[in-house]
């Protein structure tokens, strides 16, 4: 979920989740693009993690995936 605006135009993004998984967070390009790109790997401890992307956000999608 969007949190809100970091500093320097980043934009910041909640994962909630289960607890104790590793989450691959990707991102695609454009709305409704079947291709989706690796970002990043959060470890998701509490239930919530946070993560941000500087690389002009505003045209991206992203997703959540447990990693097995």
């Not at 970091?6 to 693009?33: F, R």
């Not at 079947?34 to 990043?40: A, D, I, M, N």
Request: charged share 10%.
């Amino acid at each position: 979920s969007f949190v809100g605006m970091g500093s320097t135009n980043t934009m910041v993004w909640a994962v909630h989740g289960q607890p104790n998984c590793l989450y691959l967070i990707e991102k695609s390009d454009h709305l409704g693009e079947t291709v989706w790109h690796p970002l990043t790997v959060l470890t998701n401890v509490t239930g919530s993690v946070m993560f941000t992307d500087t690389a002009n956000a505003t045209n991206f999608c992203y997703r959540a995936r447990i990693l097995d």
